[in-house]
């Protein structure tokens, strides 16, 4: 069993900052990807960032220049380091880990963190 947990998120005003943490613990072999998505009111959940094992990064074109994300595989934690905030950043953000444990790979959510951006 896996799991991942997020923290970090928070009220901030916009122009802030923030920094988002993922820790995935549990019966793990290997992290392959580790993403964020993030899901406003009333919307459909989104792709943010992801990075690979080896350090690849992807980001959604509304956060590029904006959002890093990063990951210490020692640790077996992503981060989100988010600057500029902007209103339209507000949204649960949830972590995603594929996660080979056991001999099998497969998906894993987190339970999400709130993050308010007040303009």
């Known amino acids: 069993q896996v799991q991942l947990v997020e923290s970090g998120g928070a009220l901030v005003q916009a122009g802030g900052s923030l920094r988002l943490s993922c820790a995935a613990s549990?019966?793990?072999?290997?992290?392959?990807?580790m993403g964020w998505y993030r899901q406003a009111l009333g919307k459909q959940r989104e792709f943010v960032a992801r990075?690979?094992?080896?350090?690849?990064?992807n980001y959604a074109d509304s956060v590029k220049g904006r959002f890093t994300i990063s990951r210490d595989n020692a640790k077996n934690t992503a981060y989100l380091q988010m600057d500029s905030l902007k209103p339209e950043d507000t949204a649960v953000y949830y972590c995603?880990?594929?996660?080979?444990?056991?001999?099998?790979?497969?998906?894993?959510w987190g339970q999400g963190t709130q993050v308010t951006v007040s303009s």
């Open positions: 995603l880990a594929n996660v080979r444990s056991v001999g099998i790979a497969r998906d894993y």
């Open positions: 549990g019966s793990i072999s290997r992290i392959n990807v």
């Open positions: 990075i690979t094992s080896d350090g690849t990064t």
